[in-house]
T-cell receptor
Framework: NAGVTQTPKFQVLKTGQSMTLQCAQDMNHEYMSWYRQDPGMGLRLIHYSVGAGITDQGEVPNGYNVSRSTTEDFPLRLLSAAPSQTSVYFC????????????FGSGTRLTVV | AQRVTQPEKLLSVFKGAPVELKCNYSYSGSPELFWYVQYSRQRLQLLLRHISRESIKGFTADLNKGETSFHLKKPFAQEEDSAMYYCALSGWGGSNYKLTFGKGTLLTVNP
């Protein structure tokens, strides 16, 4: 039982490049979310999913796309990277209300130059 | 709209002293409240949730609906408690079940 696995752990992109941050969970959780963590800002929700095939926008969705074709995977796509997207990205999953909260991955540290 | 406020960015105490990390929330309904801890550049770990009423690592938190607060307390702080603490809330079920975080409090426990 690996929990929530994020890849890569570190990434450097040039402005304008695109990439996909991978997130996979093996706990059969329905709910999955992506957050970005910036100094002094806490964690802000980018996109979330309440089940396979269902996604919705969070607080800061601009510049990011998601899809949820399976229960296990929830990739985050950066369409055209900008320096403002330099951040640490966390993926999380949960079985739902009363199920014990969200379990977080170890994060992806992204730098856009 | 749901909002979590942690008024202290930094909190510094000495080992053995009591510690209280404040959290206030705004939510139209009955939220589920959590405390998460993040040790130096590691992943967030769930510390407490209000519905379980557990005590983890000596920490407790009581939901006060009248004051809309969920303060985290520990009677005797330890050096290993030094970390970033985040208060978070979610609604119940469906699209309401997404976490909103406060901006965090960095706790430093001095020897």
């Amino acid at each position: 039982n690996a929990g929530v696995t994020q890849t890569p752990k570190f990434q450097v992109l040039k402005t304008g490049q695109s990439m996909t941050l991978q997130c996979a969970q093996d706990m059969n959780h329905e709910y999955m979310s992506w957050y970005r963590q910036d100094p002094g800002m806490g964690l802000r929700l980018i996109h979330y999913s309440v089940g396979a095939g269902i996604t919705d926008q969070g607080e800061v969705p601009n510049g990011y796309n998601v899809s949820r074709s399976t229960t296990e995977d929830f990739p985050l796509r950066l369409l055209s990277a900008a320096p403002s997207q330099t951040s640490v990205y966390f993926c999380a999953s949960s079985p739902g209300t009363g199920g014990g909260g969200y379990t977080f991955g170890s994060g992806t540290r992204l730098t856009v130059v | 709209a749901q909002r979590v406020t942690q008024p202290e960015k930094l909190l510094s105490v000495f080992k053995g002293a009591p510690v209280e990390l404040k959290c206030n929330y705004s939510y139209s309904g009955s939220p589920e409240l959590f405390w998460y801890v993040q040790y130096s550049r590691q992943r967030l770990q769930l510390l407490l949730r209000h519905i379980s009423r557990e005590s983890i690592k000596g920490f407790t938190a009581d939901l006060n609906k009248g004051e809309t607060s969920f303060h985290l307390k520990k009677p005797f702080a330890q050096e290993e408690d030094s970390a970033m603490y985040y208060c978070a809330l979610s609604g119940w079920g469906g699209s309401n079940y997404k976490l909103t975080f406060g901006k965090g409090t960095l706790l430093t426990v001095n020897p």
